[in-house]
């Protein structure tokens, strides 16, 4: 076969074997992911905005893809409004310096931020979240460190599902899939019971100003009804008397009936009765009571 001259053949050179493939450097991956945009694979600038999963995008971006009628590129369909992302409020780095590498330069992979609370870089290394509540960045291990229910940054309260790792691995992902699909619900519910209190405080308020405007009318008809009684039927007076209502006159009522006459009223003066027909003094009258004194006439 050849091999003269003392040489001795390994056994990868004699057998073929399939090739491993090559492996990718875990670091440098993590680092283009902390560092560039999930979609647009551009360096990140601010504002930069995170999603339900844990990726990273510049905000500009996210409203290109929107615009854009072909919309997201597959594995990005999730966002579909910008209520879908939230802007993080990160902590910059003292050290960083914002300067482009040249030539032999020595890039220290120096993280523009970094964990408000112990100060690890968010480069890669160190696992991070942030909070749907209030978009702030702090480290795992401080979460792990201080455990409190108050955001360590802008001290707000947020819930175990407000938690969002970024970057995570694949059981990450389906544990924040998991969670984005518990905080739809959780919205759904709540805008469901939103308008179901909306609607019962409108029906309330409606109830209450009929209510309202019903009182007014029965106390505007009281109103009427008394005044009536009081210009109409001054005469009438009802009182009760041990549960039996007993109607009394009053004596200037008499005068309006037909079976009264002023001849026979004894308050009347003769002065005033001589002016009505019932007077005895009418039958000696030569004319009739309707003719009146008119000179052409007479």
């Not at 910059?92 to 112990?118: E, L, M």
């Not at 460190?145 to 360590?152: L, S």
Request: aromatic share 8%; net charge positive.
């Amino acid at each position: 076969m050849g091999c003269d001259g003392g040489t001795i053949p390994k056994r990868d050179e004699l057998v073929r074997t399939k090739k491993k493939p090559e492996q990718k450097d875990k670091q440098s991956e993590l680092s283009f992911k902390w560092g560039h945009c999930a979609i647009t694979q551009e360096p990140l600038k601010a504002p930069i905005v995170a999603c339900q999963l844990g990726r990273l995008y510049n905000k500009m971006a996210i409203l290109e893809s929107l615009l854009d009628q072909s919309g997201l590129p597959d594995g990005f369909k999730h966002i579909k409004n910008l209520r879908e992302v939230k802007e993080l409020n990160l902590t910059n780095n003292p050290a960083f310096k914002d300067s482009d590498t040249k030539g032999d330069s020595y890039n220290d992979n120096v993280s523009p931020y970094i964990c408000p609370v112990i100060g690890l870089e968010m480069n890669g290394k160190y696992r991070f979240v942030y909070f749907w509540s209030c978009g702030c960045v702090i480290s795992e291990r401080a979460l792990k460190a201080v455990k409190t229910k108050i955001c360590h940054k802008c001290q707000k309260p947020f819930s175990n599902n407000d938690i969002i790792i970024l970057n995570g691995t694949d059981e990450d992902l389906q544990l924040m899939s998991d969670l984005m699909k518990e905080r739809q619900k959780e919205l759904k519910a709540k805008k469901k019971q939103d308008k179901i209190n909306k609607k019962l405080a409108d029906s309330s308020k409606l109830n209450a100003e009929g209510e309202s405007s019903n009182s007014e009318l029965s106390l505007s008809n009281k109103s009427n009804s008394v005044s009536k009684c009081s210009n109409s039927t001054k005469h009438c007076i009802k009182r009760p008397n041990n549960g039996v209502n007993m109607q009394i006159e009053d004596p200037q009522f008499k005068k309006t009936k037909l079976d009264y006459s002023v001849a026979k009223d004894p308050k009347a003066t003769e002065v005033f009765k001589s002016i009505f027909t019932s007077h005895k003094s009418a039958d000696k009258q030569i004319k009739a009571h309707w003719v009146t004194y008119n000179p052409f006439y007479n």
